[in-house]
């Protein structure tokens, strides 16, 4: 990695808009309760793709294996292979013996993370906590930004053994059903560990999809942006521009930058698989659009006024009401077209959030 782009793309769409107001209510839409998907399907390839033109409105309704035809050679899919850890911990205050829960949010040095704890009001600096019996211990070292606590670990042999065995995967707190395999919240191409969330639209590839896909011609490339809580937490200013996003690291390797510059150059499109991808490849990029090979921590805001410098389309899920995610989606295609596709989707009963079906806005 010879370039560090750490600084290169702190941005967010206060640059790209003369907007000095968006409303959070302005990107609301109703949505029932029994449209949150609880369980992945069988078959991940067979979730339904909603297609979405950004440029006439139109919309169609498919199956997700569908996807390849929709791609042409010389395109590139550009995924994010960041691996989701089992990172919520349930453990108790030593000596007490009253229930807690950690969630590991980002690996600040060694054996030193930074966390969300609840109850956090009962875990004061000093505090000592237990899990499994004591394989694991752990001491609350400080509070720090938005109530998190920096907590040091104790253990004998390998953290991440001790993590696997201990750990549960970090599911958002609108899927109340026991995930029965830890794999279905990964995707298949999962390869560096550190998210504390599934980058979701790519649970949808299977190995053989991506294979034909790759068959037909069509480039891939992997980045890596490991998801924090950030991406996740909810708007609360009414005005959006003064929401603060979270960073989150970043990295792309001088063989990614590579294709996706080479296929930009030859006219191809560069199709990002998830939000995720989609703001890897913005942080990443100058101002001509040249992706830069490096790693970095991106706090990028994407909402409509952003002017998108590398991707050219979107696979995304169907996201929370008044979210970030529903933001970016419509800084891409406009935010009137984006909520009458999720009209529709609601009226066509489409499966919502990590779980849920897909949409690619072309």
């Known amino acids: 990695m010879k370039q560090d782009v750490s600084f290169h793309k702190r941005v967010n ?10 409303k959070k209510s302005d990107f609301y839409f109703d949505l029932p309760q029994e449209l949150i998907a609880q369980d992945p399907l069988e078959d991940r390839s067979s979730s339904r793709l909603l297609i979405l ?4 409105g139109e919309i169609s309704h498919h199956v997700f294996r569908e996807i390849i035809d929709y ?13 989701v850890i089992p990172a919520r911990l349930l453990g108790e205050r030593e000596g007490t013996g009253a229930h807690v829960e950690v969630l590991l949010l980002k690996r600040r040095e060694d054996d030193i993370w930074e966390t969300l704890v609840k109850p956090g009001k009962k875990c004061r600096p000093g505090t000592r906590l237990v899990f499994g019996d004591g394989l694991l ?24 053994e001790v993590l696997d065995r201990l750990g549960e995967m970090p599911l958002p707190p609108y899927i109340t059903h026991k995930l029965q395999d830890k794999n279905r919240y990964q995707t298949v191409y999962a390869k560096y560990e550190g998210s504390a969330a599934a980058p979701t639209a790519g649970l949808h590839f299977t190995e053989e999809l991506l294979r034909r896909i790759e068959e037909k011609g069509v480039k891939t490339a992997y980045v890596t942006l490991h998801v924090g809580l950030g991406t996740f937490r909810p708007v609360k200013e009414e005005n959006v521009l003064e929401h603060h996003m979270h960073s989150e690291f970043y990295q792309v390797s001088e063989e990614t930058a590579r294709t996706i510059n080479e296929v930009k150059e030859r006219g191809g499109r560069v199709i990002c698989v998830g939000t995720t991808s989609c703001r890897t ?3 990443a990029s100058d101002e001509n659009g040249q992706v830069l090979s490096g790693s970095g921590n991106t706090q ?33 295609a406009g935010r009137e077209r984006v909520l009458d596709a999720y009209e529709e989707a609601v ?8 779980f849920g079906d897909a949409m690619y806005i072309e």
């Open 13 to 22: 769409a206060r640059e790209e808009t003369v907007s000095t107001e968006l």
């Open 53 to 56: 033109n950004r440029e006439s």
């Open 71 to 83: 791609l042409n050679p010389g395109d590139c899919l550009v995924l994010n292979n960041t691996k």
């Open 137 to 160: 211990k752990a001491k609350v070292l400080e509070t720090v930004e938005e109530g998190n606590r920096l907590i040091r670990f104790e253990y004998e042999g390998i953290f991440e």
């Open 281 to 283: 490849v913005e942080s």
């Open 300 to 332: 990028i805001f994407i909402y409509p006024g952003y002017r998108f410098k590398v991707l050219d389309a979107l696979i995304t899920n169907f996201h929370l009401p008044e979210s970030t995610l529903v933001m970016l989606v419509s800084a891409l």
């Open 347 to 354: 009226r066509e009963r489409y499966r919502f959030f990590s």
